[in-house]
C-alpha cells in the first residue's frame, strides 16, 4: 500500500472514530431506556395518542398554515406531516403530585418526535403543534413548565448544530497524523457542558443527556486505550474490559459488554476463517461469546454470503461476456440489466455495484501486501 492511499486510511478512520462519538449513543442505546423518576404520582404517556389518522393535506392545511400560527392546533395532532401519519407519538410526559414537571429522557422523546418533521413543516408550526399538544394533556404548571423547557430544547439543537460543525472542522485538521485529538475532544465536551448549564436546569442535563454522555464517555476511553501505544493488543483488551467492569450495573453497562463481544467475536472469525476454520469450529467459538441464538443467525449470514458471493462471481463472468460480444458496456447495458434481474433479487441489485467495489479494494490491499 503507498503513502497516499495509507494517508487516506488513516483519515477515514480517525473521522469514523470521530462519528462514533455522536452516533454511537443513538446506535447503542435502548430507545426505551428508562430514567429514574422520583415522586412520579402521574405518567401522561403520549404512545397512547395514535396519529393513525389518514386524513390527508388539503386546502385547509394551507390556509391554515399561513394564518395565526397558535391557532392551527387543539390537541396538536390536527393534520399532521406526512412522515407522521399513521404512528403513534413517542416519547412521555410525567408530573408528581403536585402536578410539576418531572424531567425524563422520554420527554426528549417527545420534543424530537415533533421537530423529525423539520422541513415538512417550518418551525413556527411545529412549536404551536407541539405546545398545543402539551396543554391538551397537562394540567398547569406542568405544561407551561414543559413549554418553556421545550423552547429551551429548540435553542439548544441551533447552538449545539453550530458548535459541532466548528468542532467537526478542527478535529479533521488535528487527525492528519492518524490519531483523535482527545484533548480537543475534551475542549468540545467542556464547551457542551457549558451551554447546556446556561439553558437547562441540573435535573433536565441529567434526564436528556446522562446517558448520552455515558457512551461518549465510553467512547473516549476505547479511543485513549486503542491510541496508547505503551500497550500491546493483549493489553488493550485488558484495559477495555477493565473499563466496563467498572461501570454501575444496568442496561448501558450490558450494551458495552454486548459491543465488546461483537467487537472480539469480529476479530476473531476473520482469524479462524484466514486459518480454513470449519463451520463447526466458528459456531462453538461464536455460542461461547454471544450465546447460541446469535452464533446460528451468523452460521445463517455466512451460507447466504457464501451463496451470494458464487452468484456474483458467475454474473461478473457472464457480464463481461456480454460486454466482450457487444463491443462495449453502453451496448450490453440493456443485456446486463436482464442478466441482473435474472440472477438477483431487487434489493440484491443493490448491493452489486458497492460490492464490486469493494472487491476491487480487496484485491488492491492482497497486491500491496504481497
Sequence with gaps: MDNKRQAQTIIIIALLLLALLAGLIWWLKPKSAA??????????N?????????????????????????????????????SLQDTDVDG??????????????GLRHLFDYFLSAMGEEDEATIIARVEAYIRHRTPE????????VFRQYITYLKEIGSLEESYGNLQMQATQSGEIDLNLIAQRSQDVNRLRQQLFDKDTIQAFFGGEDAYEDYSIAMVRIEQDNSLNTAQKKASREDYISRLPEGDIKQNFQKQANFGELTQRTEEMKAKGASKEELFVMRRGLVGEA?????????????????????????????????????????????????????????????????????????????
Design 141 to 148: 404548571p406542568a405544561a407551561s413548565s414543559a413549554i418553556e
Design 35 to 44: 430514567t429514574p423518576v422520583t415522586n412520579a404520582a402521574t405518567s401522561i
Design 294 to 370: 446469535a452464533a446460528s443467525r451468523l452460521a445463517q449470514v455466512d451460507t447466504e454470503d457464501a451463496n451470494f458471493d458464487t452468484r456474483f462471481n458467475q454474473y461478473q463472468a457472464k457480464r463481461q461476456a456480454l460486454i466482450g460480444n457487444a463491443g462495449s458496456e453502453a451496448n450490453a447495458q440493456e443485456q446486463i440489466d436482464q442478466l441482473e434481474r435474472s440472477q438477483f433479487s431487487e434489493s440484491e441489485r443493490k448491493r452489486l455495484t458497492g460490492y464490486a467495489e469493494l472487491q476491487k479494494m480487496t484485491l488492491i490491499d492482497l497486491t500491496n501486501n504481497l
Design 92 to 105: 412521555e410526559i410525567i408530573i408528581d403530585e403536585n402536578k410539576q414537571l418531572v424531567a425524563t429522557e
Design 46 to 82: 403520549s404512545t397512547s395518542a395514535s396519529t393513525t389518522s389518514s386524513t390527508t393535506i388539503t386546502n385547509v392545511d394551507t390556509q391554515a398554515a399561513n394564518g395565526n400560527k397558535s391557532a392551527i392546533f387543539t390537541t396538536g395532532l390536527e393534520h399532521m406531516p406526512r
